[in-house]
């Protein structure tokens, strides 16, 4: 046990009503873990709150083993947002049985357990609207409970009618007959692809609102469970596909924590330029659609051709344009061809310029500040309680940077800075997301720079797949690769989170370990997820026209947020 | 029609020749064609197929590069990209169709005018992909019929590309298309 444990054990004996005895504390692989009794959740998450200052709540999840008697782990993670620190709590539930909601703690926590009631089954007392969250409303069983078998495919088809969350006094599947209901999406002009909201109007003004998401869950945790360590990175791509790299990074990065490696300062430095123009490419999408939703289509255009560049990068390093998959773990894939740094770099030249162009045509754009200046802001506090990370939460004011809060990569050494909002209206965050442009693009440039020599991977058998001409050419390199293709990556036993800066916020991997070739179960905690379950609450009282602007502004990527 | 071909006169002269003459019949070759109504229609078809943009996933966000200034759609007459099913006849499926979307999209398909065409764009949209998953439908061509299926996961534009030119061949064709002939909706919504 770490002295930060035995500290926390100590100052835990003190307080009365928790049963400190029957906890479990551990630290491995850098994280510290409780293990507690069901009962104690509530009051031992609000004194971590409270005095401790874990004050952010980063994940909840489930995970099943269906041979323990208490066959479920509800895990919760934490985080301290002054000094970067983060905590595990664990405890065990059996079939059937519950555990206290902390929606009363963070509001956040809302959807987190609504997800672990659907994939496993786990009741959480005191949510007011535990039901389905992801799958479809005809779905049968618990699909991420071990005994659910992965391609069972189970078919819909109704559409559940217009419905709300449940309120004192207002049942949410009850309809006021005063207002409008009106349905919005999925596939609707006015409304990004798989996103569905529903709102009761009086006039223009919304009273109530709601938001149905899963219309792309895809089952991306189940494909994890059934797929080698190397295999499930094609499917990290497709989480937020349009910063694709930086999902890449953030999976490797968590299986490289539990298999204790460190990969080379090449690596590192590659890692950072992709992640960093993944993060221009991502806001790229989020400026230029928002602006079509706001009607200002050239936007869009204009911003497509800076973004076909970023592809052009993209392709030269392998070949592919959106779902790259750059990463392996423990590098990355290949050394980048001749020229590739240079090619950057003058990248870097036209963007300083572009974004400038990019700023003018939005920000200075009379209609566009109108309609975005005081619309519809979201307070700090807000912001933290629902756990919003990365530019939504910076545009509010907290200047809350995993790049900056606890570095990895050598971010540290690295000249930017961290541009925040003062109001958290919508116009501060298209602010944020330009200025973190430009920052990105200095990274960038520092980075292109000075690239470290040596190795782009380690070279660690047991990990890495030697290189092709190895494998063709003597028969060591052969037995490398058979062997690591037929045994497998196998990490040792155990559980792991890790989380990267990625565009929208905090992008987190829960790694349960078994030993097998497999993961046992890997949760990733999206950024949108936290972000757009605070929707129907921020948007209430405003005009339907602002909502669909604040859709636009919160960049919700269906792909991480269904998964 | 004789071999003669010989150069006509002038307006005035071959006016007065009579109607139904060879001399007529080459001078109104001046300044008419003749056709079959249903081959200019066909013209008419696949030069102007308005897209609906059925945009999911991440083939969503490379449609909006073929859509965009570098790849440019509008070249082959199909710009005009409508979000709504009345006012479009090109459906172009694009990316991941689930369990939970599936009703829509065969509602949403079900709303579009005649003639309408299905493109299906990605390995998802076409079988699921490498999704053989609990909540994914393996393929859309199992609720409404396609007529061109574009591989790739997501494609590049250009394939996206061959992929309408197939289509506007198929229709300057008049290409039977026995499985929206025998289609029936899997189930009423």
Not at chain 1, 69 to 81: A, E, G, I, K, S
Request: aromatic share 10%; glycine share 8%; hydrophobic share 35%.
């Amino acid at each position: 046990m770490s002295a930060d444990l035995a500290t926390l054990q100590g100052e835990l004996r003190q307080i009365p009503f928790l049963q400190v005895d029957r906890y479990l504390f551990s630290h491995a692989f850098g994280d510290k873990t409780v293990v507690v009794p069901k009962e104690d959740i509530v009051s031992l998450l609000g004194y971590l709150k409270e005095t401790k200052k874990y004050d952010f709540f980063v994940d909840l999840c489930g995970v099943d083993y269906p041979t323990r008697p208490q066959r479920f782990d509800v895990v919760y993670h934490l985080l301290n947002t002054t000094n970067g620190d983060r905590i595990r709590i664990k405890t065990q539930v059996g079939e059937g049985e519950g555990v206290d909601s902390i929606i009363n703690l963070w509001r956040g926590a809302d959807w987190f357990e609504r997800e672990a009631y659907d994939m496993f089954g786990i009741r959480f007392n005191g949510h007011p609207n535990l039901r389905r969250i992801l799958t479809h409303h005809q779905f049968k069983g618990h699909p991420l409970r071990k005994d659910y078998e992965a391609n069972q495919q189970q078919s819909c088809t109704t559409t559940l009618p217009i419905h709300f969350d449940n309120e004192p006094g207002q049942p949410g599947n009850e309809l006021n007959p005063k207002y409008v209901p009106l349905n919005i999406g999925p596939s609707h002009p006015a409304m990004h692809g798989t996103l569905r909201v529903m709102v009761e109007l009086d006039g223009e003004t919304i009273v109530r609102a709601n938001c149905e998401i899963g219309y792309l869950h895809r089952c991306f945790e189940k494909m994890a469970e059934t797929h080698p360590y190397q295999q499930v990175i094609p499917y990290t791509d497709r989480l937020n596909y349009c910063s694709a790299p930086m999902n890449n990074i953030g999976y490797c990065k968590t299986v490289e924590k539990i298999l204790g490696v460190d990969i080379p300062p090449k690596a590192k430095a590659i890692r950072i330029i992709l992640a960093e123009l993944s993060r221009i490419m991502d806001h790229i999408i989020a400026i230029g659609t928002g602006g079509v939703d706001l009607g200002a289509l050239s936007a869009f255009f204009h911003l497509f051709a800076y973004r076909e560049r970023i592809y052009e990068i993209f392709e030269k390093l392998c070949g592919a344009r959106l779902t790259v998959s750059l990463m392996r773990i423990g590098g990355v894939v290949n050394e980048p061809p001749p020229g590739w740094y240079d090619e950057i770099l003058e990248f870097c030249r036209h963007m300083d310029k572009e974004i400038d162009e990019i700023s003018r045509l939005l920000l200075d754009n009379k209609i566009f500040v109108k309609r975005t200046r005081g619309v519809l802001p979201v307070k700090a506090q807000d912001a933290l309680a629902w756990g919003y990370t990365g530019p939504m939460l910076r545009a509010s004011g907290v200047p809350l940077d995993l790049r900056k809060l606890t570095p990895y990569y050598g971010y540290e050494q690295l000249d930017f800075s961290v541009p925040v909002g003062s109001t958290g209206d919508i116009y501060d965050r298209y602010v944020v997301r330009i200025e973190e442009m430009r920052q990105s693009v200095k990274i960038v440039r520092q980075v292109c720079q000075n690239i470290p020599e040596g190795d782009y991977t380690i070279r660690d058998k047991s990990i890495v797949l030697p290189p092709k001409k190895e494998v063709y050419g003597n028969i060591e390199g052969l037995m490398n690769h058979f062997m690591l293709i037929m045994k497998g990556l196998r990490p040792p036993a155990g559980e792991v989170y890790d989380a990267t800066e990625s565009a929208n916020g905090e992008l987190g991997f829960y790694l349960v370990s078994d030993g097998s070739a497999a993961p046992y179960r890997l949760k990733v905690r999206p950024p949108c997820f936290a972000i757009y379950q605070s929707f129907p609450y921020v948007v209430r009282g405003g005009q339907i026209a602002d909502a669909i602007a604040t859709v636009a502004s919160m960049n919700i990527i269906a792909g991480e947020l269904d998964r | 029609m004789s071999e003669t071909n010989q150069p006509n006169g002038s307006f005035s002269s071959a006016n007065s020749s009579p109607v139904g003459s060879q001399a007529h019949n080459d001078w109104s070759r001046q300044f008419a064609f003749t056709t079959k109504l249903e081959e200019v229609v066909r013209w008419g078809r696949r030069n102007s197929l308005w897209p609906l943009a059925y945009g999911t996933a991440c083939c969503g966000i490379e449609l909006m590069s073929v859509m965009g200034p570098k790849y440019d759609l509008a070249r082959f007459g199909a710009e005009v990209v409508r979000f709504s099913p009345r006012q479009s006849d090109l459906l172009i499926v694009a990316g991941t169709i689930t369990e939970k979307m599936a009703p829509i999209l065969l509602r949403i398909y079900r709303q579009m005018l005649e003639p309408k065409y299905v493109i299906s764009m990605g390995v998802c949209a076409s079988s699921g992909g490498f999704y053989r998953a609990y909540h994914v439908l393996q393929g859309i061509d199992r609720i409404i019929p396609v007529d061109v299926f574009i591989p790739g996961c997501p494609p590049t534009p250009e394939a996206v590309l061959d992929g309408v030119m197939l289509l506007q061949k198929m229709i300057k064709d008049g290409h039977p298309r026995p499985w929206k002939k025998n289609w029936r909706p899997p189930y009423e919504c």
